[in-house]
Structure formats: structure tokens, C-alpha cells
């Protein structure tokens, strides 16, 4: 274990892993990272410039111009440009998955990521930390539910953002992402070997937040602050 912490927390579309992590690392005051913002930055710099998020090619050329920053309040810049609002519309969120599948954007969000975990203390979600990004993970956790839970889940955060949304298409998204992110060739969703799988539909958030706080302590020994 080094000087500084890292918690991946993986798991398939909607399961609530991003309301989680905010929540473990805020209580720990170690950062947050988003990795599916990132994929989502880029997959909106794809179609702002009129390429097609299917064309591989057309996708990958623009690497050396996407510059993504992620911030600690949870807004996300793409050249400069503010995207938080726009990264989560069903048009990137319909498109992401073709962007995710693509070896060279991978590898080249993932240097990013894994520089930002080098120094300081990290809750970091997404769909490969454990098993690709940070394979020396302190604790590894696979966050699972069903279908119909992360698509109410989902559901309910879009309407709390003024994002229009059927239930039909929401529960659409979430399966036809679940099988190309556990489908595609290169750093796939699955759980790791030593991850610890947490089944998320019967709990709550704050249930969840502290079964995995339970097993931080438990596998590093760090005392929880009071929360
Ligand atoms: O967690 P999210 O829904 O914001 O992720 C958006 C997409 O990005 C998701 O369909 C899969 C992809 N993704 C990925 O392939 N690897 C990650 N580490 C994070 C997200």
C-alpha cells in the first residue's frame, strides 16, 4: 500500500456507482474521478464536430485535440468548453459506448487516469479500474442490480435534471450498454478477480455507502471518519 489510496468501484450502466463514490470519497476527503465523464467528453467532442461516434477511424483522429479536466466540483471541461450538462443528454449517452470500444481512445484516457491517481487518494468509478486502469487497486468493488432498478434509477435523475426521458428508452440505453461495454475487445466490463460484488437493488444509498466504507476498513484498515 502506497502513500496514497485507491478505491475502483466498477459495475455496468446506472448502478448508482457514481452517487456512491461521490459519497465514499468525500467522507474520506480523497477525490473523485468519473471516468465515464471522460468517455462521455470525448464522445460529445466526436459529435460536436460532425463525425460519427460508429466511425473508428474519424474517431480516434481527433485524439490529439480532445483535452478533457475533470474538477472536484464535478463540472467537466472539453477544450475549455463547459460539458457537464451536455455529456449526459441521451445523445452522448446513445453514442458512448461506440466511443468506449475504441483501443486507441482507451489507452489514451486511461495514461490520463491513471496520472491522476498517482498522487493523492482516489474513489475512482468506472468500468475496467480494477481489472485495466488500476490493477493494484486497495479495494476493489463490483456494484451490481438489476435492470429494472438502474433504469428507475437513471429515470429519476434525468427527470431531476429537466432531461426529457421515456422509461422505454431508458431501459433500452442501459441494456444496449451493458452488452457492448461487457462485449467489446479491449479492457471489457467484468468484475476482478479479488473485487468484492455488492449487490445494490434492495439498499439504499446511504446502505450502500456504508457497506463499502465496512469493507475499506476492513481491507485497509483505515479509521472511517464520523459521517
Ligand atoms: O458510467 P457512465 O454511464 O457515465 O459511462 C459512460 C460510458 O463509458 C459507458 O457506456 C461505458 C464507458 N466507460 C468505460 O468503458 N470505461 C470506464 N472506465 C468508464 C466508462
Request: proline share 5%.
Amino acid at each position: 500500500m502506497g502513500p496514497f489510496y485507491s478505491i475502483a468501484i466498477d459495475g455496468p450502466a446506472a448502478a448508482g456507482k457514481s452517487t456512491v463514490a461521490k459519497r465514499v470519497a468525500a467522507i474520506l476527503n480523497f477525490t473523485y474521478i468519473d471516468t465515464g465523464a471522460m468517455y462521455r467528453a470525448f464522445t460529445w467532442a466526436v459529435l460536436q464536430r460532425g463525425l460519427d461516434p460508429k466511425d473508428e477511424k474519424a474517431s480516434c483522429s481527433i485524439i490529439p485535440e480532445v483535452k478533457i479536466e475533470l474538477f472536484e466540483d464535478g463540472r467537466v471541461l472539453c477544450n475549455g468548453e463547459d460539458v457537464t450538462r451536455p455529456i449526459r443528454e441521451p445523445l452522448v449517452s446513445g453514442n458512448v459506448s461506440y466511443i468506449a470500444s475504441y483501443k486507441d481512445i482507451r489507452l489514451a484516457l486511461v495514461d490520463m487516469q491513471r496520472a491522476m491517481a498517482a498522487s493523492k487518494s482516489v474513489v475512482m468509478d468506472g468500468r475496467d479500474i480494477g481489472t485495466y486502469v488500476l490493477p493494484n487497486a486497495d479495494v476493489k468493488i463490483y456494484q451490481i442490480a438489476s435492470v429494472e432498478t438502474r433504469a428507475q434509477r437513471r429515470y429519476d435523475e434525468n427527470v431531476a435534471k429537466g432531461i426529457p426521458t421515456s422509461m422505454e428508452d431508458v431501459i433500452e440505453d442501459v441494456k444496449k450498454r451493458d452488452y457492448i461495454d461487457s462485449h467489446r475487445a479491449f479492457a471489457p466490463l467484468r468484475p476482478a478477480e479479488d473485487s468484492v460484488e455488492l449487490d445494490t437493488s434492495p439498499l439504499g444509498i446511504e446502505e450502500v455507502v456504508d457497506a463499502i466504507l465496512d469493507i475499506i476498513h476492513d481491507k485497509t484498515g483505515l479509521e472511517i471518519p464520523c459521517h
